[in-house]
T-cell receptor
């Protein structure tokens, strides 16, 4: 079974631009979560989507948004990029039977975003 | 609030020896899951092992085992017979009702395996 895929793997943007990252979950997985990883802040939860609806949201400004399509693929968008948005963005998918603490997340390889 | 604490920023271990990576957690939930992930320098997070709060036996997956001490709220990862390829960052994580089943992660421990 194919794993979680993320595109692109690397991205260089300049301040003020916007960017869209894509994530394709493992087949059959209905939940997709996004994380930002930086050396200073570690792994921070951005949001989770389940059946095309945002189910959970972290403490990030409104410049960060996402969506999920009917095939469970997800995109996240960052508008008006800032230098501090440079990070590794990780996507994770899970089966998610709903309210399940045993739900294991499987991660993609990440997209490394550099903002100049 | 839920919290994961990994107190070892970095650790060294000799190849073929066993190593324990510490993880303590804080939660008021009765039902929760504990996870360990490995992150090599390539960046991908690799799921290693899972322990449920009601599991009476410690989880094992190949060379990985989880030393679960519920009363002490600790979930240490034990890697037996370390290999050079085990050099990576290791993250402890938790998932429970509080916070709407969001997975929260510790700061990680960087493991260096010496030949």
């Amino acid at each position: 079974k194919a794993g979680v895929t993320q595109t692109p793997r690397y991205l260089i943007k300049t301040r003020g631009q916007q960017v869209t990252l894509s994530c394709s979950p493992i087949s059959g997985h209905r939940s997709v979560s996004w994380y930002q990883q930086t050396p200073g802040q570690g792994l921070q939860f951005l949001f989770e989507y389940f059946s095309e609806t945002q189910r959970n949201k972290g403490n990030f400004p409104g410049r960060f948004s996402g969506r999920q399509f009917s095939n469970s693929r997800s995109e996240m968008n960052v508008s008006t990029l800032e230098l501090g948005d440079s990070a590794l963005y990780l996507c994770a998918s899970s089966l998610s039977r709903g309210g399940d603490y045993t739900d294991t997340q499987y991660f993609g390889p990440g997209t490394r975003l550099t903002v100049l | 609030a839920q919290k994961i604490t990994q107190t070892q920023p970095g650790m060294f271990v000799q190849e073929k020896e066993a190593v324990t990576l510490d993880c303590t957690y804080d939660t008021s939930d009765q039902s929760y899951g504990l996870f360990w992930y490995k992150q090599p320098s390539s960046g991908e997070m690799i799921f290693l092992i899972y322990q449920g709060s009601y599991d009476e036996q410690n989880a094992t997956e190949g060379r990985y085992s989880l030393n679960f001490q519920k009363a002490r709220k600790s979930a240490n990862l034990v890697i037996s017979a370390s290999q050079l390829g085990d050099s990576a960052m290791y993250f402890c994580a938790m998932r429970g009702v509080t916070g709407g089943f969001k997975t929260i992660f510790g700061a990680g421990t960087r493991l260096f395996v010496k030949a």
